[in-house]
T-cell receptor, first 113, second 115 residues
Framework: GENVEQHPSTLSVQEGDSAVIKCTYS??????FPWYKQELGKRPQLIID?????GEKKDQRIAVTLNKTAKHFSLHITETQPEDSAVYFC????????????FGSGTRLSIRP | NAGVTQTPKFQVLKTGQSMTLQCAQD?????MYWYRQDPGMGLRLIYY???????DKGEVPNGYNVSRLNKREFSLRLESAAPSQTSVYFC??????????????FGPGTRLTVL
């Protein structure tokens, strides 16, 4: 079955700097890779996703890249702001199928003022 | 439009007691999921229901049972609670069709403590 590994588990960056979180997956059949953000005490919410037919996707200050050959994908946050402080989860699954979605273990991102 | 709702928000059980966590969604979604969240472990899938009338095991199904009561409701039952089941439980739903097939919408969570 699918296994998703996420690194680092904690990340602290200066406000205004960039943050990068990396994930690897094991099942080459996975083709949908979402990222969820969970603020303290709140529920996880989707912030960006990518399908395996594209290599990169951007939405304002966040971007996700995918390397299918190496089976890894990354979340990039530029010009970090205090409201970016949260736990971020990557995940992998097969799009449009009744498959399990497997999450990484999460990265706690802290933004230093 | 309440989205995904869960009851109760908090629960304390003694070892061996049973309880059912309730989940409902009003978005006409086909698929529903139960996760548990433990520190440093991320979100682990317990059971899911791809569509009304079907259920399948996730990563950590032992000690749990589920019922997809109808399209809106998906309950999680602990028959004999154990301290290892102390966790935050999230229910989620997704359309299970169309362009937003797999996007998960989460409920607010249930914090369960087993003594």
């Amino acid at each position: 079955g699918e296994n998703v590994e996420q690194h680092p588990s904690t990340l602290s960056v200066q406000e205004g700097d960039s943050a990068v979180i990396k994930c690897t997956y094991s099942d080459s059949a996975s083709n949908y890779f979402p990222w969820y953000k969970q603020e303290l005490g709140k529920r996880p919410q989707l912030i960006i996703d990518i399908r395996s037919n594209v290599g990169e996707k951007k939405d304002q200050r966040i971007a996700v890249t995918l390397n299918k050959t190496a089976k890894h994908f990354s979340l990039h946050i530029t010009e970090t702001q205090p409201e970016d402080s949260a736990v971020y989860f990557c995940a992998a699954t097969k799009w449009s199928s009744a498959s399990k979605i497997i999450f990484g273990s999460g990265t706690r991102l802290s933004i230093r003022p | 439009n309440a989205g995904v709702t869960q009851t109760p928000k908090f629960q304390v059980l003694k070892t061996g007691q049973s309880m059912t966590l309730q989940c409902a969604q009003d978005m006409n979604h086909n698929s529903m999921y139960w996760y548990r969240q433990d520190p440093g472990m991320g979100l682990r899938l317990i059971y899911y229901s791809a569509s009304e009338g079907t259920t399948d095991k996730g990563e950590v199904p032992n000690g749990y049972n589920v019922s997809r009561l109808n399209k809106r409701e998906f309950s999680l039952r602990l028959e004999s609670a154990a301290p290892s089941q102390t966790s935050v439980y999230f229910c989620a739903s997704s359309e299970g069709t169309g362009v937003r097939y797999n996007e998960q919408f989460f409920g607010p969570g249930t914090r369960l403590t087993v003594l």
